[in-house]
């Protein structure tokens, strides 16, 4: 299991905001190509996203599914990219600085498809990718945050935050 860990300087509202807008996910999310549609309603539990997934050229068309949302603290996801496995992530988020702040916690457990036996060996890796994604988490969150205070509404940043439309993303 890969574990990563960052703080933000925006409460942790800010940060469940990006969380919530599915169409941020392909900036801020390694490997994330593009999102080409989403259920209104993200992140309720049964709700998902649908993705292109992969590095360079390869990539693959699957989805996310919300397991459990508890605004703003907590986000569990299924997330598959087959036909290589599926897998729990699990974002938790932690006040600090009397609440101007938050410490992201990012956990990532595969347990399907054939990435689950190369798991042990391929969690440097998945480690080192899920650092990247937290920096650029923490980077769109506290843009937006700083473009429209608390929350980051109305920011111009990536996303369409509030767009109840079902699709998104280029591609």
Not at 87 to 106: Q, Y
Not at 146 to 151: L, S, T, V
């Amino acid at each position: 299991m890969s574990l990563n860990e960052i703080t933000v300087d925006a409460p942790p509202q800010a940060v469940w905001d990006v969380l919530a807008d599915p169409p941020t996910y392909e900036y801020w999310v390694v490997g994330n190509k593009a999102i080409r549609s989403y259920d209104p309603g993200w992140p309720a539990p049964g709700t998902e996203f649908r993705h292109k997934v992969g590095f360079g050229p390869v990539t693959v068309k699957d989805k996310t599914v919300s397991l459990e949302a508890e605004p703003p603290r907590r986000l569990v996801l299924r997330v598959r990219a087959l036909p290589v496995g599926k897998g729990i992530v699990t974002f938790e988020l932690d006040p600090i600085r009397s609440g101007s702040a938050t410490v992201v916690r990012m956990g990532e457990q595969i347990d399907d498809g054939p990435a689950r036996f190369l798991a042990p060996a391929l969690d440097p890796l998945t480690h080192l990718r899920n650092a990247e994604t937290l920096r650029r988490l923490r980077r769109l969150a506290e843009e937006r945050y700083r473009a429209g205070g608390a929350g980051g509404a109305g920011s111009a940043s990536p996303g369409r935050a509030g767009d109840s439309g079902h699709e998104a993303g280029r591609g």
